[in-house]
Protein backbone atom coordinates (compact mmCIF):
# COMPACT_ATOMS: atom_id res chain seq x y z
CA UNK A 1 0.00 0.00 0.00
CA UNK A 2 1.76 3.61 -0.85
CA UNK A 3 0.37 7.08 0.25
CA UNK A 4 -2.04 8.34 -1.41
CA UNK A 5 -3.98 11.63 -1.47
CA UNK A 6 -7.34 10.35 -2.83
CA UNK A 7 -8.59 6.78 -2.16
CA UNK A 8 -12.26 6.38 -1.63
CA UNK A 9 -12.11 4.14 1.38
CA UNK A 10 -9.21 3.29 2.97
CA UNK A 11 -6.52 6.87 3.20
CA UNK A 12 -3.10 6.68 4.30
CA UNK A 13 -1.48 9.93 4.66
CA UNK A 14 1.39 11.82 6.80
CA UNK A 15 1.78 15.37 8.47
CA UNK A 16 4.77 16.21 9.58
CA UNK A 17 6.09 13.64 10.29
CA UNK A 18 3.53 11.43 11.55
CA UNK A 19 1.19 9.03 10.12
CA UNK A 20 -2.36 8.27 9.93
CA UNK A 21 -5.07 6.38 8.39
CA UNK A 22 -8.72 7.62 7.71
CA UNK A 23 -11.91 5.91 7.38
CA UNK A 24 -13.22 7.96 4.66
CA UNK A 25 -17.24 6.82 5.15
CA UNK A 26 -17.28 7.07 8.74
CA UNK A 27 -14.85 9.95 9.24
CA UNK A 28 -12.57 7.82 11.84
CA UNK A 29 -8.96 9.07 11.96
CA UNK A 30 -6.22 7.21 13.58
CA UNK A 31 -2.32 7.74 14.11
CA UNK A 32 -0.83 4.44 12.91
CA UNK A 33 3.14 2.73 13.08
CA UNK A 34 3.33 3.01 9.00
CA UNK A 35 6.18 0.42 9.28
CA UNK A 36 3.53 -2.24 10.35
CA UNK A 37 1.36 -1.51 7.18
CA UNK A 38 1.50 -5.18 6.38
CA UNK A 39 -0.69 -5.63 9.87
CA UNK A 40 -2.60 -2.47 9.49
CA UNK A 41 -4.11 -3.60 5.86
CA UNK A 42 -4.52 -7.37 7.25
CA UNK A 43 -6.51 -5.38 10.29
CA UNK A 44 -8.65 -3.05 7.42
CA UNK A 45 -9.46 -6.40 5.62
CA UNK A 46 -10.97 -8.04 8.70
CA UNK A 47 -12.98 -4.25 9.58
CA UNK A 48 -14.32 -4.00 5.73
CA UNK A 49 -16.04 -7.38 6.67
CA UNK A 50 -17.56 -5.75 9.22
CA UNK A 51 -18.90 -2.79 7.11
CA UNK A 52 -15.81 -0.18 7.83
CA UNK A 53 -13.78 1.56 5.01
CA UNK A 54 -16.44 1.30 2.95
CA UNK A 55 -19.79 2.98 2.08
CA UNK A 56 -23.04 1.38 2.93
CA UNK A 57 -24.88 2.99 0.41
CA UNK A 58 -22.94 3.42 -3.07
CA UNK A 59 -25.80 4.48 -4.93
CA UNK A 60 -25.77 7.39 -2.79
CA UNK A 61 -27.12 11.06 -3.98
CA UNK A 62 -25.64 9.71 -7.04
CA UNK A 63 -27.91 12.00 -9.91
CA UNK A 64 -28.14 15.72 -10.03
CA UNK A 65 -31.17 16.89 -9.02
CA UNK A 66 -33.43 19.47 -10.39
CA UNK A 67 -35.07 20.27 -7.48
CA UNK A 68 -35.89 24.14 -6.88
CA UNK A 69 -34.56 25.61 -3.37
CA UNK A 70 -36.29 28.12 -1.47
CA UNK A 71 -33.95 31.24 -1.59
CA UNK A 72 -32.96 32.80 1.85
CA UNK A 73 -29.98 34.39 1.53
CA UNK A 74 -29.54 37.02 -1.20
CA UNK A 75 -26.20 39.58 -1.23
CA UNK A 76 -27.05 42.90 -3.51
CA UNK A 77 -23.95 44.58 -4.71
CA UNK A 78 -25.43 48.08 -5.70
CA UNK A 79 -21.94 49.16 -6.50
CA UNK A 80 -18.54 47.66 -6.67
CA UNK A 81 -17.03 50.68 -5.64
CA UNK A 82 -14.00 50.92 -3.35
CA UNK A 83 -11.10 53.34 -2.20
CA UNK A 84 -8.78 50.31 -2.13
CA UNK A 85 -7.03 48.29 -4.82
CA UNK A 86 -6.23 44.75 -3.18
CA UNK A 87 -4.45 42.33 -4.11
CA UNK A 88 -7.05 39.13 -3.94
CA UNK A 89 -10.20 41.48 -5.05
CA UNK A 90 -13.01 39.64 -6.99
CA UNK A 91 -14.08 42.45 -8.57
CA UNK A 92 -11.85 44.75 -9.74
CA UNK A 93 -11.14 43.52 -13.28
CA UNK A 94 -14.54 43.74 -13.60
CA UNK A 95 -15.33 47.20 -12.88
CA UNK A 96 -16.88 49.75 -15.19
CA UNK A 97 -15.22 53.45 -15.60
CA UNK A 98 -18.96 54.85 -15.37
CA UNK A 99 -20.74 52.38 -13.75
CA UNK A 100 -24.51 51.85 -12.84
CA UNK A 101 -25.28 52.26 -9.21
CA UNK A 102 -28.55 50.73 -7.74
CA UNK A 103 -30.93 53.51 -6.30
CA UNK A 104 -32.43 52.50 -2.79
CA UNK A 105 -35.55 51.98 -4.18
CA UNK A 106 -34.43 49.74 -6.80
CA UNK A 107 -32.56 47.33 -4.04
CA UNK A 108 -35.99 48.02 -1.79
CA UNK A 109 -38.02 46.72 -5.07
CA UNK A 110 -35.53 43.69 -5.41
CA UNK A 111 -35.99 42.92 -1.47
CA UNK A 112 -39.62 43.50 -1.31
CA UNK A 113 -39.92 40.63 -4.71
CA UNK A 114 -38.18 38.43 -2.47
CA UNK A 115 -40.28 38.84 0.91
CA UNK A 116 -43.93 38.64 -1.17
CA UNK A 117 -42.38 35.59 -3.18
CA UNK A 118 -42.02 34.17 0.48
CA UNK A 119 -45.57 35.46 1.58
CA UNK A 120 -47.32 33.93 -1.62
CA UNK A 121 -45.44 30.18 -1.06
CA UNK A 122 -46.36 30.31 2.34
CA UNK A 123 -42.95 30.21 3.82
CA UNK A 124 -42.01 30.55 7.52
CA UNK A 125 -37.91 30.58 6.93
CA UNK A 126 -35.86 33.74 7.84
CA UNK A 127 -34.44 35.69 5.12
CA UNK A 128 -31.59 37.16 4.85
CA UNK A 129 -30.32 40.62 3.05
CA UNK A 130 -26.38 41.30 2.97
CA UNK A 131 -24.84 44.22 0.92
CA UNK A 132 -21.44 45.51 -0.90
CA UNK A 133 -19.52 42.08 -1.05
CA UNK A 134 -17.97 43.62 -4.12
CA UNK A 135 -17.59 47.33 -2.93
CA UNK A 136 -16.95 48.78 -0.02
CA UNK A 137 -20.07 49.71 2.78
CA UNK A 138 -18.10 52.44 4.17
CA UNK A 139 -18.67 54.93 0.59
CA UNK A 140 -22.58 54.12 0.34
CA UNK A 141 -23.38 53.68 4.16
CA UNK A 142 -26.40 56.05 4.09
CA UNK A 143 -27.66 54.29 1.55
CA UNK A 144 -27.68 50.96 3.98
CA UNK A 145 -29.34 53.43 6.58
CA UNK A 146 -32.43 53.56 4.65
CA UNK A 147 -32.68 50.10 3.54
CA UNK A 148 -32.24 49.33 7.18
CA UNK A 149 -34.82 51.44 8.19
CA UNK A 150 -37.01 49.82 5.58
CA UNK A 151 -36.70 46.65 7.00
CA UNK A 152 -37.24 47.30 10.60
CA UNK A 153 -40.49 49.06 9.46
CA UNK A 154 -41.81 46.13 7.34
CA UNK A 155 -40.53 43.55 9.78
CA UNK A 156 -44.16 43.14 11.48
CA UNK A 157 -45.52 42.74 7.83
CA UNK A 158 -44.50 39.14 7.63
CA UNK A 159 -44.63 35.77 9.68
CA UNK A 160 -40.86 35.18 8.91
CA UNK A 161 -37.93 36.44 10.38
CA UNK A 162 -36.05 39.29 8.17
CA UNK A 163 -32.52 39.81 8.68
CA UNK A 164 -30.18 42.31 7.20
CA UNK A 165 -26.52 41.84 7.72
CA UNK A 166 -23.27 44.33 7.31
CA UNK A 167 -20.93 42.91 5.77
CA UNK A 168 -17.21 43.69 5.55
CA UNK A 169 -15.64 47.25 5.78
CA UNK A 170 -11.91 47.80 5.03
CA UNK A 171 -11.88 50.22 7.93
CA UNK A 172 -9.53 52.92 6.08
CA UNK A 173 -12.41 55.81 6.60
CA UNK A 174 -15.16 54.98 8.05
CA UNK A 175 -18.39 57.97 8.30
CA UNK A 176 -19.36 58.45 11.92
CA UNK A 177 -23.03 56.67 10.73
CA UNK A 178 -21.35 53.58 10.31
CA UNK A 179 -19.48 54.05 13.44
CA UNK A 180 -22.48 54.63 15.69
CA UNK A 181 -24.39 51.96 13.93
CA UNK A 182 -21.67 49.06 14.76
CA UNK A 183 -21.76 50.57 18.35
CA UNK A 184 -25.61 49.88 18.38
CA UNK A 185 -25.93 47.08 16.22
CA UNK A 186 -22.36 44.92 18.23
CA UNK A 187 -20.61 43.39 15.63
CA UNK A 188 -18.07 44.09 13.03
CA UNK A 189 -16.23 42.43 10.06
CA UNK A 190 -12.70 43.96 8.83
CA UNK A 191 -10.77 43.20 5.66
CA UNK A 192 -7.12 43.39 5.96
CA UNK A 193 -4.64 43.32 2.99
CA UNK A 194 -1.57 42.28 4.67
CA UNK A 195 0.23 43.91 1.73
CA UNK A 196 -1.29 47.23 2.43
CA UNK A 197 0.60 48.63 5.82
CA UNK A 198 -1.26 51.60 5.25
CA UNK A 199 -4.51 50.37 5.39
CA UNK A 200 -2.83 48.68 8.43
CA UNK A 201 -1.83 51.30 10.15
CA UNK A 202 -5.62 53.33 9.79
CA UNK A 203 -7.38 50.33 10.57
CA UNK A 204 -4.93 50.30 13.72
CA UNK A 205 -6.44 53.56 14.51
CA UNK A 206 -9.66 53.60 13.42
CA UNK A 207 -10.42 50.22 15.65
CA UNK A 208 -10.18 52.27 18.43
CA UNK A 209 -13.87 54.07 17.33
CA UNK A 210 -15.40 51.25 18.46
CA UNK A 211 -16.79 50.16 22.15
CA UNK A 212 -15.29 47.16 23.62
CA UNK A 213 -18.41 45.68 23.87
CA UNK A 214 -18.65 45.45 19.94
CA UNK A 215 -17.07 41.81 18.80
CA UNK A 216 -14.69 42.69 16.41
CA UNK A 217 -14.06 40.15 13.59
CA UNK A 218 -10.94 40.45 10.72
CA UNK A 219 -10.69 38.04 7.67
CA UNK A 220 -7.05 38.23 5.94
CA UNK A 221 -6.91 36.72 2.93
CA UNK A 222 -4.00 34.88 2.15
CA UNK A 223 -1.55 32.86 -0.66
CA UNK A 224 0.63 30.62 -0.30
CA UNK A 225 3.84 32.33 0.26
CA UNK A 226 2.59 33.64 3.57
CA UNK A 227 4.84 33.34 6.35
CA UNK A 228 4.38 32.93 10.27
CA UNK A 229 0.78 31.78 10.46
CA UNK A 230 0.35 31.36 13.99
CA UNK A 231 1.97 34.85 14.77
CA UNK A 232 -0.72 36.75 12.31
CA UNK A 233 -3.36 35.03 13.99
CA UNK A 234 -1.78 36.42 17.29
CA UNK A 235 -0.91 39.75 16.16
CA UNK A 236 -3.90 40.42 14.95
CA UNK A 237 -6.09 39.31 17.72
CA UNK A 238 -4.24 42.12 19.98
CA UNK A 239 -6.92 44.69 18.18
CA UNK A 240 -10.22 41.91 17.20
CA UNK A 241 -12.15 39.39 19.05
CA UNK A 242 -11.70 36.92 16.19
CA UNK A 243 -9.55 35.93 13.16
CA UNK A 244 -10.24 33.93 9.99
CA UNK A 245 -7.43 33.25 7.12
CA UNK A 246 -9.30 32.50 4.11
CA UNK A 247 -6.61 31.32 1.37
CA UNK A 248 -7.61 33.06 -1.80
CA UNK A 249 -9.54 32.31 -4.61
CA UNK A 250 -7.54 34.30 -7.44
CA UNK A 251 -6.94 33.31 -11.37
CA UNK A 252 -3.33 31.68 -12.19
CA UNK A 253 -2.04 34.47 -13.74
CA UNK A 254 -2.87 37.09 -10.70
CA UNK A 255 -0.32 37.89 -8.14
CA UNK A 256 0.23 35.25 -5.35
CA UNK A 257 -2.14 32.67 -7.51
CA UNK A 258 -1.61 29.24 -5.93
CA UNK A 259 1.21 27.04 -7.95
CA UNK A 260 2.21 23.17 -7.28
CA UNK A 261 5.68 24.70 -5.91
CA UNK A 262 4.09 26.82 -3.22
CA UNK A 263 1.93 24.13 -1.51
CA UNK A 264 5.43 22.69 0.11
CA UNK A 265 6.66 25.75 1.32
CA UNK A 266 2.53 26.31 2.65
CA UNK A 267 2.26 22.94 3.75
CA UNK A 268 5.53 23.71 6.11
CA UNK A 269 3.83 27.06 7.17
CA UNK A 270 1.00 24.84 8.96
CA UNK A 271 3.30 22.45 10.57
CA UNK A 272 4.62 25.58 12.33
CA UNK A 273 1.47 26.63 13.21
CA UNK A 274 0.47 23.25 14.76
CA UNK A 275 3.65 23.33 16.25
CA UNK A 276 3.41 26.80 18.13
CA UNK A 277 -0.23 26.25 19.43
CA UNK A 278 1.06 22.63 20.58
CA UNK A 279 3.89 24.25 22.62
CA UNK A 280 0.69 26.49 24.75
CA UNK A 281 -0.34 25.23 27.83
CA UNK A 282 -4.34 23.71 27.83
CA UNK A 283 -5.90 27.08 29.61
CA UNK A 284 -4.04 29.02 26.47
CA UNK A 285 -5.12 26.65 23.76
CA UNK A 286 -8.44 27.05 25.13
CA UNK A 287 -8.18 30.69 24.86
CA UNK A 288 -6.79 30.62 21.73
CA UNK A 289 -9.06 27.90 19.09
CA UNK A 290 -12.15 30.20 20.06
CA UNK A 291 -10.53 33.08 18.59
CA UNK A 292 -10.40 31.66 15.65
CA UNK A 293 -12.82 32.87 13.44
CA UNK A 294 -16.22 31.31 11.83
CA UNK A 295 -15.02 31.96 8.14
CA UNK A 296 -11.45 30.20 9.01
CA UNK A 297 -10.62 27.72 6.34
CA UNK A 298 -8.06 25.69 9.28
CA UNK A 299 -10.73 25.86 11.47
CA UNK A 300 -13.31 24.36 9.50
CA UNK A 301 -11.22 20.94 9.30
CA UNK A 302 -10.57 21.35 12.48
CA UNK A 303 -14.30 21.00 13.86
CA UNK A 304 -15.22 18.81 11.13
CA UNK A 305 -12.70 16.37 11.94
CA UNK A 306 -14.12 16.92 15.66
CA UNK A 307 -17.82 16.72 15.18
CA UNK A 308 -17.57 14.15 12.16
CA UNK A 309 -19.59 16.42 10.49
CA UNK A 310 -20.65 14.46 7.09
CA UNK A 311 -20.95 17.74 4.75
CA UNK A 312 -22.21 16.47 1.11
CA UNK A 313 -22.68 19.97 -0.50
CA UNK A 314 -20.16 22.79 -0.46
CA UNK A 315 -22.21 25.85 0.27
CA UNK A 316 -25.37 27.10 -0.59
CA UNK A 317 -24.65 29.11 -3.33
CA UNK A 318 -27.51 28.57 -6.32
CA UNK A 319 -29.43 26.63 -3.88
CA UNK A 320 -30.50 28.59 -1.25
CA UNK A 321 -28.33 31.88 -1.70
CA UNK A 322 -27.38 34.13 -4.57
CA UNK A 323 -25.87 37.43 -5.67
CA UNK A 324 -27.36 40.10 -7.45
CA UNK A 325 -25.13 42.86 -9.14
CA UNK A 326 -25.81 46.42 -9.93
CA UNK A 327 -27.78 45.64 -13.11
CA UNK A 328 -30.10 43.43 -11.38
CA UNK A 329 -28.61 40.44 -12.56
CA UNK A 330 -28.35 37.13 -10.96
CA UNK A 331 -25.38 34.93 -9.93
CA UNK A 332 -24.66 32.26 -7.75
CA UNK A 333 -22.22 34.45 -5.56
CA UNK A 334 -20.71 37.35 -5.55
CA UNK A 335 -17.45 36.01 -6.21
CA UNK A 336 -18.79 35.29 -10.20
CA UNK A 337 -20.14 38.21 -10.70
CA UNK A 338 -19.88 40.16 -14.00
CA UNK A 339 -19.21 35.92 -15.56
CA UNK A 340 -21.68 35.41 -18.25
CA UNK A 341 -21.68 31.74 -18.02
CA UNK A 342 -22.57 32.20 -14.33
CA UNK A 343 -25.41 34.36 -14.39
CA UNK A 344 -28.90 33.02 -13.23
CA UNK A 345 -32.43 32.96 -14.77
CA UNK A 346 -35.37 34.36 -12.92
CA UNK A 347 -38.50 32.28 -14.09
CA UNK A 348 -41.65 31.63 -12.22
CA UNK A 349 -40.86 33.18 -8.94
CA UNK A 350 -38.08 30.63 -8.86
CA UNK A 351 -34.24 30.35 -10.62
CA UNK A 352 -33.26 28.19 -13.49
CA UNK A 353 -30.18 26.71 -12.32
CA UNK A 354 -29.65 23.36 -13.50
CA UNK A 355 -26.20 23.73 -14.51
CA UNK A 356 -25.33 26.19 -11.41
CA UNK A 357 -26.17 24.20 -8.91
CA UNK A 358 -24.21 23.07 -6.10
CA UNK A 359 -24.15 18.92 -6.87
CA UNK A 360 -23.48 16.56 -4.04
CA UNK A 361 -19.96 15.07 -3.84
CA UNK A 362 -21.52 11.92 -4.71
CA UNK A 363 -22.87 13.07 -7.97
CA UNK A 364 -19.42 14.56 -9.32
CA UNK A 365 -17.38 11.44 -10.55
CA UNK A 366 -13.77 13.11 -8.98
CA UNK A 367 -15.40 14.10 -5.21
CA UNK A 368 -17.16 10.89 -5.26
CA UNK A 369 -14.10 9.07 -5.13
CA UNK A 370 -12.02 11.58 -3.15
CA UNK A 371 -11.01 10.80 0.93
CA UNK A 372 -11.98 14.01 2.04
CA UNK A 373 -15.14 14.53 0.16
CA UNK A 374 -17.34 14.70 3.13
CA UNK A 375 -15.02 17.28 5.34
CA UNK A 376 -14.78 19.56 2.09
CA UNK A 377 -18.39 19.38 0.86
CA UNK A 378 -16.96 19.50 -2.93
CA UNK A 379 -15.99 22.02 -5.25
CA UNK A 380 -16.58 25.60 -4.68
CA UNK A 381 -18.05 27.43 -8.12
CA UNK A 382 -16.05 30.46 -7.32
CA UNK A 383 -12.48 28.59 -7.43
CA UNK A 384 -13.55 26.31 -10.32
CA UNK A 385 -14.00 29.28 -12.09
CA UNK A 386 -10.91 31.15 -11.38
CA UNK A 387 -9.15 28.53 -12.24
CA UNK A 388 -10.89 27.79 -15.45
CA UNK A 389 -11.82 24.26 -14.85
CA UNK A 390 -15.69 22.42 -15.40
CA UNK A 391 -17.79 20.88 -12.56
CA UNK A 392 -18.83 18.13 -15.27
CA UNK A 393 -15.38 17.22 -15.99
CA UNK A 394 -13.35 18.48 -12.47
CA UNK A 395 -9.87 17.05 -12.43
CA UNK A 396 -7.76 17.60 -9.37
CA UNK A 397 -7.29 21.52 -8.66
CA UNK A 398 -5.30 23.70 -6.78
CA UNK A 399 -8.41 23.91 -4.35
CA UNK A 400 -8.56 20.43 -3.98
CA UNK A 401 -4.59 20.51 -3.57
CA UNK A 402 -5.09 23.32 -0.74
CA UNK A 403 -7.52 21.51 0.97
CA UNK A 404 -5.69 18.12 1.81
CA UNK A 405 -3.15 20.31 3.40
CA UNK A 406 -5.66 21.69 5.60
CA UNK A 407 -7.09 18.71 6.50
CA UNK A 408 -3.69 16.95 7.06
CA UNK A 409 -2.58 19.93 9.55
CA UNK A 410 -5.95 19.74 11.16
CA UNK A 411 -6.20 16.24 11.59
CA UNK A 412 -2.70 16.58 13.07
CA UNK A 413 -3.26 18.64 15.71
CA UNK A 414 -6.76 17.11 16.76
CA UNK A 415 -4.76 13.84 17.86
CA UNK A 416 -1.81 15.51 19.02
CA UNK A 417 -3.97 17.48 21.35
CA UNK A 418 -6.41 14.69 22.25
CA UNK A 419 -3.25 12.77 23.62
CA UNK A 420 -1.56 15.71 25.21
CA UNK A 421 -4.58 16.85 27.01
CA UNK A 422 -7.45 14.32 26.89
CA UNK A 423 -10.13 16.48 27.51
CA UNK A 424 -9.71 19.44 26.05
CA UNK A 425 -11.27 18.95 22.56
CA UNK A 426 -14.78 18.13 24.25
CA UNK A 427 -14.74 20.96 26.07
CA UNK A 428 -13.74 23.36 23.46
CA UNK A 429 -16.16 21.86 20.98
CA UNK A 430 -18.95 21.56 23.53
CA UNK A 431 -18.99 24.98 23.97
CA UNK A 432 -19.27 26.01 20.90
CA UNK A 433 -22.57 23.59 21.66
CA UNK A 434 -21.18 21.30 18.51
CA UNK A 435 -21.07 17.36 19.28
CA UNK A 436 -18.06 15.40 20.23
CA UNK A 437 -17.66 12.59 18.20
CA UNK A 438 -14.21 11.50 18.48
CA UNK A 439 -16.05 9.02 21.27
CA UNK A 440 -14.10 5.79 19.61
CA UNK A 441 -10.77 3.81 20.41
CA UNK A 442 -8.22 6.38 18.71
CA UNK A 443 -6.12 3.48 19.00
CA UNK A 444 -6.20 1.76 15.24
CA UNK A 445 -4.38 -1.35 16.68
CA UNK A 446 -6.99 -1.92 19.92
CA UNK A 447 -9.83 -0.28 17.45
CA UNK A 448 -9.13 -3.57 15.62
CA UNK A 449 -8.41 -5.68 18.08
CA UNK A 450 -12.13 -4.94 19.59
CA UNK A 451 -13.71 -6.30 16.60
CA UNK A 452 -11.90 -9.05 16.37
CA UNK A 453 -12.55 -10.10 19.43
CA UNK A 454 -16.54 -10.03 19.03
Not at 61 to 84: A, Q
Not at 165 to 190: C, K, R
Not at 320 to 325: G, K, N, V
Not at 372 to 378: Q, T, V
Amino acid sequence: MTMSDSMHGEYFFSFNGSYFLLDSYHQMLWNIDYKNKNKIMKQIQKLKVRGFFTSKNEEEIKTKTKEIFEINYIVINPSSKCNLSCWYCYSKQKREIEQEVLSTEVVSNIMNTFLETKRKNGSILPINFSFYYTGEISLYFNEFLRIHRMVEQNRNKYKFPIHLFMPSTNLVDPPQELVDFVNDYGYLNVSIDLSNMNQIELVKKNITLFKNTVIKHCIIPIHALNKDLFNIYRNHLKLFNEVSLRPVRVQKEALFSWKKRNLTRFTQELEKFTENILCLTEEEILDFLPSIGPSDYFLRYFDRIIMREKKTIRCPASRTALAIDNKQRYYPCSGLIGYDEYELEFLNDSFAVSDKLQFSVNSIEKCSKCSIRYYCGGPCLDWINKEKLSIRNLAISYECSVNFVFFKAASFLVLRLTKIYPGLLKRYIEKKKKKYRLNYNLNFDSFAQLFEMI
